[in-house]
Every structure is written in C-alpha cells, then in structure tokens.
C-alpha cells in the first residue's frame, strides 16, 4: 500500500470509529423520569425516586454485545456486591430491554441460572418505555445515578477486566465523595 492510500485509509478509518461524540453523553445532568416499573419477581419500583445513588445497566439477552460483555459486567458485580450490605450506601441493578429471544431462555430461567455472587434485582423492561423515558441510546450501557436520581456518568461495553477495573473505580469515588 503507498502513503497516499495508507494516508486516506487511516484518516477515514479515525473519522468512521474515534471523532463522534459518545450519544450517552447527553444523559449527563439530566434526572431520571418517574417512570414505574417492576423487577422480574413482580416487585414494583420507581428508579428516580432510590433515594440513594445505583448503578443501573441497561442490556438485553436478544443484544450481542451484552452477552460477549457479560463476565465484564460479572466483574463489576462482584467488585461492587459486597458494599452493598445491609445497609446500602448504593443500588445495583439490571434493567433487561425487550423480549428474550425465542430460542433461548426467558428473562426468569435465565436469572435464576446465575450464581449467588452476581445475581442482582432485574428491571423486567419488555416494553422498553423505560429505556425510551431516560433516552438511552443503545445497550450494553452502565450509568452510575446519584442519590436524587441525576445520571453523573456512563460506561458502555467494559470490553476487558481493564474497563470493568475502571468502571468500578469510578463509582467507589462517587459513593466514597457523596
């Protein structure tokens, strides 16, 4: 390959994947909707109204990307369950967007599956009108939300230990300053 081609090669590739802005930035700030919704056991919640700051993930079992991610996530989980606690200084939760998949377990076979260490509540969010009322963007997406319900950060995919490493850093720095 010449310089020219090399040149206008690596320029497009830069301009295609690195130089747009992330789309979940424009969560930043912004207060999650009171929106009700319920966890997979039919326990009913309001995710703006926690009263405490939580990590939410937003995912799917039909989303490709979530399910290569998921030992990240796990990572994550077990990292950040155990300061938890009786007394929580934050939530952990799991919102599932969509339907599961027809030719895989549904969204109950497949939490009950997990093991103890990374089970968390699941946000049963079929219809998707929470996802839709906070605007994400596209999942897998982590957002760490403040005790009065305003997102502070995002994560998308952990991609590596390295991230979920990051990730759980991040948030212990938000819990330990609030």
């Known amino acids: 390959m010449d ?11 830069l301009a295609l994947s690195g130089c747009r802005k992330d789309p979940a930035t424009f969560l930043h ?16 919640l309001n995710l703006a109204t926690l009263g405490r700051p939580a990590v939410l993930r937003f995912w799917g079992l039909w989303c490709g990307p979530c399910r290569i991610d998921e030992p990240h996530w ?3 989980v077990r ?4 300061h938890q606690g009786a007394e929580p200084h934050f939530d952990l939760l799991s919102v ?21 260490e990374v089970a968390i509540p699941i946000v049963d969010d079929r219809t998707q009108r929470l996802a839709r009322s906070i605007g994400v963007p596209g999942t897998p ?15 998308w995919a952990f991609k590596s230990p390295r991230g979920a490493a990051r990730f759980v850093a991040k948030v212990h720095e938000f819990v330990r300053s609030s």
């Open 96 to 116: 599932h967007i969509g339907l599961a998949p027809r030719d895989g377990p549904s969204l109950q076979a497949w939490a009950g599956s997990r093991p103890q």
């Open 3 to 13: 310089r020219r081609t090399f040149a206008v090669s690596a320029f497009g590739a």
């Open 29 to 44: 700030g912004q207060r999650l909707p009171s929106v009700a919704a319920s966890l997979i056991d039919g326990t009913g």
């Open 141 to 155: 997406l982590a957002l760490l939300i403040d005790a009065k319900g305003e997102v502070i950060d995002h994560a």
């Open 79 to 82: 990292a950040l369950k155990p």
């Open 74 to 76: 796990e990572d994550v």
